[in-house]
Each structure stands twice: as structure tokens, then as C-alpha cells.
């Protein structure tokens, strides 16, 4: 607990169990100083961490008991990791004398989280816990952040355990001769490249028709003003990635919107024609670089990452710069002068989609985003789940600041959005924060309302109710000649009974009109909220590329 | 300019200097498996730092897959330093241990013979069998291995191949790609 508060960690979210009852009771003596947030299932408490460190850009920390309650975390530990969240998983294993004999609860916990973790460590003596702790939380959070496991046994976290024990502000320990140790040379504040970062000046110099992609980078390493100096002074359009919403503000002059498989025609336009392409903090998934082979094929592609691994993985480059995106921009803008690229500008901005809501007598999906864009305050967090809902929220909200829009972009977790609100709403308490989801997603973790009424969570969950998982249903209907296998979800709950039978306020919305009426209520309500938004089966995600297409051959408009 | 690949597929060997730490090994192997990419061997063992462990894994690949294992494994914080070699840069040995049969004294003499013309060495003879020890390259233990076929082979354990970089470099030099994926390690 010690080592915890050395950490400044306040909020822990878990689920206690037999093997971390140690831990539990320990808590019990320190419940002043850390609070610790009890959900209804271990999945719920790991997405509500990652929700909580990515909202907050702190650390979040996660509890879990040995076997099921440490198995029960993998999907959110895998999520993390996708989207290079810094959480430290604490898990508990049996102790020392039934280890590897197939006890009670017993599974080899380090070993599953090994290729979802970035470091995964087993606690087998008292004495080491502090450097342990220190250094997993140093590892979560250096370089490209991401998820860290350390699984404790039992008889480890006895408390007849006596350990010699020094407080270290985690100032003074992060970052430090442990984590150091770990890299081959001492480095002390690594710099990047200034010869490459020369380079690329250079090639800014000669390009015509330069295109910027704002990826998860920027928005991890909070290098959104560095990122914004640089889009100006360079005056090109900027696309955007699923992961990069919030690194860019969405409704700036410059922006294309979203780039790749539901990627706006200008991004994808401006990808397809620009003479030099600078992603920053951008791996090119095959969400974004569909084709990698025609991918931005008349651009020299220049890459600028943390880590150096992801330099021609999925793209060839002709340059990258290795650095935090906040260094390398900022070395860029000092020597960068201003550029005026009125004639590309001209030509791809216009390709923007107009962006208003149109009228219908029934809901659509666009009037429900106009709704929440308009209503909710500017700066109101987003939690997403996975499917056309949230394509949808990416394209027609606007984010403004890293951590605004929480969403599982590399994993593609259903069921991530409940808990992220509830962990960005335990780090954000003077936020609004909003549930967007649809109706196959909710139903995957929707038992965490009750969490969010236990807590008194003012949370607002908006579900786009087409009664069918969209997505597939629309692949479903492009690609598998409208076989609608098993994507049909014509079955309960009634979602507004289930948030009353939670204690909290259901609505339901069928117009634009009642949509505005209740989400005011939900708004005003105090407590937390599910707005039931019926919307019509066949609403499709447009424009779409087909995965593996070249970027500009529409298969929607 | 963006990188060329090789596509022609050969035997590489991928030096790896980690920590010694638990589980290191499964850490490197399961980047292999992921990609289903089979192992042609593996080995591990001390060098002249203490607490640093060098693994060596032979694998038929392509440049662009090798350069990306390689990459993967570079990333990995106990991993310290990574070397691709292939057949021109590097030396490669292996040792074998070959147990023949040898039923009477005729061919005893005979595989001794056999062994002498490959440098092998005799460790172990018994009255109907005979244990060789051979070092050197793959391609040698195995055609020593061809020729003792007609004796009848009882068993073999080899080592798996160990390789090194001809030449004064090493897999200490530092370089540009080492200071890049250290900064990954080191910046805050």
C-alpha cells in the first residue's frame, strides 16, 4: 500500500477474491487515503482503469484475485495494450507451497498475460515488492505507455512479511536507476536526432502537397498544442486516426477527419494524392493503411514514433524520426518557418462532408451526435464501445484534448465503453462524462450500472438501439449478400425498465425532438442515465473502403 | 528512400543479449510462434557479462520477416542487443553427439575410420556401440551423420547452432538503431 501511495495512486478499481485477501485487508487500514471502486465483474474494474489512466494521463491500477478474477482481466489488459494505455494489473497467485500443482483458482497468470503486457512480473520474495512496484509502474509509463502485470503469491502478501521499506516520492524513483538499468546504455534524457529531424525540414521545404496524420501518439504523449503549432505553421490538411481523436481539435480549419476504412473522401483523397505524408504517432493499421502496397503511393512517408518498432512495420518509410511526440514537434517547430499550401488546401478541404444533421422523421444516428455535440459541455468526455457507433461519434463529435474520446481503436473491445465512463468519471469528477454505445455492446457489460448508481456516477449512457450489430450486419449486407447471420437482435431487455431496475433514469428516444427533450433530462437529473435511441436497422457507416482496398475505391459514398 | 527487402528465403541466426531474467526465454520464443514461424534451433548460454544471457536461434526466413522478429525482440526491456547474421557475415558451429551402432570389431574400426576423416572423437565405446562427439558446421555433422547411417545411428543430441560475427565488430557496438530503441526504453 505504501509502495502504492509512493506512486500518488489514489483510485484502485478490482474485485477481491481468496488469494488477495492480504491485500484487501490491508486496504481495509488505508481506505482514507486510497479509494478503492468495487464493480460487478473483473473485465468492468480493468476497463475502468484503463478508462481512468487514459482520461487522466496518470497510472491506473486494477485488482484481481488468482484464476478466474486474473483471466477475467486478459480482455482488458489486451485492450490497453492495443491502445498503449499505462495500467499496472495487481493480481495474486497461491502461495509459494501450492504453486504449479493445479490448486484451487490457480492459473499461470504471468504466462498468459506475457504477449498482452509490456512487462509482466511474478513476486516470489517480501523483499523485493518495493523495486518491483517501482519499476512496474516506471515501465508502465515510460516511452509508449502500456500495461504492466504483477501477480503476487500469497504467502508473499502475508502481513507477518516484514520487508525494510523507504518511502521514495515516485519523482524521484520513476524513471530511475531501475528502469534505467533495463536499456543497454545509461541515457539520461534521451534526445532525438536533430541530423533527422534536419531531414525532414528539408523534405517539408520541397513538398507541395503535404498531408499530416494525427495518431495515438500525439494524443499520449499530450503533444496536442506542439501538434496544432506545427499543422498551422505547416498550413496542410490533417487526418485523423480512430486513436488520435482529441490530439487535433475536430473542428479546426485544417482537419480532413477521419482517415482509413470509414476515413472522410477528403482524407482519404488528400492520402491518396499528397507528395509527403508525416504521421505522427501513427502505426498505420490495417484500419487506416488498408493497402499498404498502395498506400500514399506518390508520398515519400515519413514516420515519427516512440517506438522504434513500429518503423516500416506495416508501411515502408522513406524517413522517421524516433522521439516523444512532444520533442520532435517541438525541435520541428523551432526551426520550421511558415508555409502556405493554398492551392492543395484548396483542392481537399472542399471534399469535406457537410456536416449537419439532416431532417428525417426518425431518428438518425447524425441527429443524435448533433444532439450531444450541441447539448453536452464542449468539454465532455466520450466513452465509446466498438461498431458503427462509434465510427459514427468520431466522425460527427468534435474532441478538443487528449483523453477526451476513450475507445477501443486497436482492439476493437465490445463492451469497453461502461467501464471507461466510470473510471474517467472517478478520475474526472468535474466532467460530464458520456456513454455512447449500441445495443449489442451494452448488453456484453451492462450489469456495471450498477457500479455507476452505487458510486452516484452522474454518467449518461446513450445507446444507438438498431436492434442488430450493425457493423457486421452492414458487411453483411455489402460483402456477404445480405445473409444476415445471427446479427439480428430482436430480444430484450427493455433498456429503459433494466436502467430503472439499476435505480437509475431510462429514456427512450424515437425523433430528434424527444431525443433533445430527454437528453436535457438526463442532463439535469443528478444521477446517472440511459437514453434508449431507436434508430432505423439498415443505417450504414459511410463512406466505407473495404479492408485491403486501395484507400480511395469507395465501396459507399 | 524507402527500404529494400530481400524476398529470398535462407538461414539466419539471430543473436540476442538479454538479461538473465525468468522467462526471457519463453518471452523471445513466443515471438516466433506468433507469426508461426517454426525454430530451426535455439540456444542459450553466459557470455563475459554476468547476468547477461546470449541467445542464438537459426530460422529460414525472409529479410523483411527477420527484420521485423528482429524488431519485435529489440522492444523486449530485458533484450540489451540484437544481431541478425547470415551466412556471409558470420561463423557458425555446432557440436553433435552420434551413437552408433557398432556390433563387432570390424565396424568399430571402420566408424573410428570414418570418424577420424571428420575430426570427430570417440567419448564412449561399448561392445556393440560407439558415441561420437563432432564439432563444427551444420554441414559437416550432418554428412558425418549420412555416412554412419549404415551402421545403424542409435541416437543424436546436437547443440544447436552458435554463430559469431567475423571481423573485429560486435554485438556491443553501438549504432544508430541501438540509440533509437534505447531512447524507446529510457524517455519518460
Known amino acids: ?557 | 528512400m524507402k527500404k529494400q527487402f530481400n524476398t529470398e528465403r535462407k538461414l539466419y541466426t539471430l543473436c540476442i543479449l538479454a538479461d538473465d531474467s525468468p522467462g526471457i526465454l519463453s518471452q523471445v520464443a513466443r515471438l516466433f510462434s506468433r507469426k508461426g514461424y517454426n525454430i530451426e534451433s535455439i540456444v542459450s548460454g553466459a557470455t563475459d557479462r554476468p547476468g547477461v544471457a546470449r541467445i542464438s536461434i537459426e530460422i529460414i526466413a525472409d529479410e523483411l520477416m527477420i527484420d521485423q522478429i528482429a524488431a519485435q525482440c529489440r522492444k523486449l526491456l530485458p533484450v540489451k542487443a540484437v544481431k541478425i547474421l547470415d551466412e556471409d557475415t558470420c561463423i557458425r558451429r555446432e557440436i553433435a553427439f552420434i551413437k552408433v551402432a557398432a556390433a563387432d570389431r570390424a565396424a568399430r574400426e571402420e566408424a573410428i575410420q570414418i570418424a577420424n576423416i571428420f575430426h570427430a572423437k570417440v567419448i564412449d565405446v561399448s561392445r556393440d556401440s560407439l558415441t561420437l562427439w563432432v564439432f563444427g558446421s551444420q554441414s559437416k555433422s550432418d554428412a558425418l551423420i549420412d555416412m554412419l547411417s549404415d551402421f545403424g545411428i542409435l541416437e543424436i543430441a546436437k547443440t544447436g547452432t552458435i554463430a559469431i560475427e567475423r571481423g573485429r565488430s560486435t554485438i556491443y557496438d553501438d549504432n544508430k538503431l541501438k540509440e533509437e530503441y534505447d531512447y524507446g526504453k529510457n524517455v519518460l
Request: hydrophobic share 40%; aromatic share 8%.
Open chain 1, 1 to 557: 500500500m505504501e509502495c502504492l501511495l509512493e506512486q500518488e495512486v489514489d483510485t484502485v478499481f478490482g474485485y477481491p477474491g481468496g488469494t488477495i485477501l492480504n491485500l484487501y485487508d490491508e486496504l481495509y487500514r488505508y481506505q482514507d487515503k486510497i479509494h478503492h471502486v468495487l464493480t460487478a465483474h473483473e473485465q468492468g474494474a480493468s476497463h475502468a482503469a484503463d478508462g481512468y489512466a487514459r482520461s487522466t494521463g496518470k497510472v491506473g491500477v486494477c485488482f484481481a484475485t488468482s484464476g478466474p478474477g486474473a483471466t477475467n482481466l486478459t480482455t482488458g489488459i489486451a485492450t490497453a495494450y492495443l491502445d498503449s494505455s499505462p495500467v499496472v494489473f495487481i493480481t495474486c497467485n497461491v502461495g509459494e507451497n501450492f504453486l504449479g500443482k493445479d490448486s484451487f483458482q490457480e492459473v499461470d497468470t504471468t504466462g498468459i498475460a506475457m504477449p498482452i503486457t509490456k512487462a509482466t512480473f511474478l513476486v516470489r520474495d517480501a523483499q523485493t515488492i518495493p523495486d518491483v512496484m517501482r519499476q512496474a509502474f516506471a515501465v508502465a509509463a515510460n516511452g509508449r505507455p502500456g500495461p504492466v502485470l504483477i501477480d503476487f503469491l500469497k504467502n508473499v502478501t502475508a502481513a507477518d512479511q516484514m520487508i525494510d521499506y523507504e518511502f521514495i516520492p515516485w519523482r524521484q524513483n520513476r524513471g530511475c536507476d531501475s528502469i534505467r538499468a533495463l536499456a543497454s546504455t545509461q541515457l539520461k534524457n534521451p534526445e532525438p536526432n536533430q541530423e533527422d529531424v534536419n531531414t525532414l525540414l528539408d523534405m517539408i521545404a520541397q513538398a507541395k502537397r503535404p498531408l499530416l496524420i494525427c495518431g495515438g501518439g500525439v494524443v499520449r504523449g499530450k503533444a496536442d498544442r506542439e501538434f496544432r503549432e506545427f499543422a498551422e505553421k505547416l498550413d496542410a490538411p490533417v487526418a485523423i486516426t480512430v486513436m488520435g481523436g482529441g490530439g487535433f481539435p475536430g473542428g479546426h480549419p485544417l482537419t480532413t477527419g477521419m482517415i482509413g476504412m470509414h476515413g472522410s473522401r477528403a482524407s482519404n483523397v488528400a492520402c491518396d494524392e499528397c507528395d509527403l505524408l508525416i504521421a505522427v504517432g501513427c502505426r498505420f493499421s490495417d484500419r487506416v493503411a488498408l493497402d499498404p502496397a498502395t498506400f500514399a503511393q506518390q508520398a515519400k512517408i515519413v514516420q515519427i514514433d516512440i517506438d522504434r518498432a513500429e518503423i516500416d512495420k506495416n508501411v515502408l518509410t522513406d524517413h522517421h524520426i524516433i522521439g516523444s511526440a512532444k520533442q520532435v514537434l517541438r525541435m520541428l517547430n523551432d526551426r520550421m518557418p511558415q508555409y502556405q499550401h493554398t492551392v492543395w488546401k484548396e483542392h481537399i478541404l472542399p471534399l469535406r462532408a457537410p456536416s449537419v444533421a439532416e431532417d428525417s422523421p426518425v431518428l438518425t444516428p447524425q441527429q443524435v451526435l448533433e444532439v450531444i455535440r450541441t447539448k453536452a459541455p464542449e468539454d465532455a468526455i466520450v466513452a465509446t464501445d466498438v461498431g458503427q457507433h462509434q465510427m459514427w461519434a468520431i466522425k460527427y463529435l468534435h474532441f478538443s484534448y487528449p483523453g477526451q474520446l476513450l475507445t477501443s481503436g486497436g482492439f476493437g473491445t465490445m463492451g469497453f465503453g461502461l467501464g471507461a465512463a466510470i473510471g474517467a468519471q472517478m478520475g474526472n469528477p468535474d466532467k460530464r462524462v458520456i456513454h455512447v454505445t449500441g445495443d449489442g455492446c451494452f448488453r456484453m457489460n451492462c450489469h456495471e450500472l450498477c457500479t455507476v448508481e452505487h458510486y452516484g456516477l452522474p454518467i449518461i449512457t446513450v445507446i444507438f438501439d438498431n436492434g442488430t450489430l450493425g457493423m457486421v450486419r452492414q458487411w453483411q449486407s455489402l460483402i456477404y449478400g445480405q445473409r444476415y447471420s445471427e446479427t439480428t437482435l430482436d430480444r430484450g431487455p427493455d433498456f429503459v425498465k433494466l436502467a430503472e431496475a439499476y435505480g437509475l433514469k431510462g429514456y427512450r428516444a424515437t425523433t430528434r425532438a424527444e431525443m433533445e427533450d430527454v437528453f436535457a433530462q438526463a442532463l439535469a437529473c443528478g444521477t446517472g442515465a440511459v437514453i434508449d435511441c431507436r434508430l432505423n436497422i439498415d443505417e450504414m457507416v459511410r463512406p466505407m473502403v473495404a479492408a485491403g482496398s486501395p484507400i480511395t475505391d469507395f465501396l459507399l459514398n
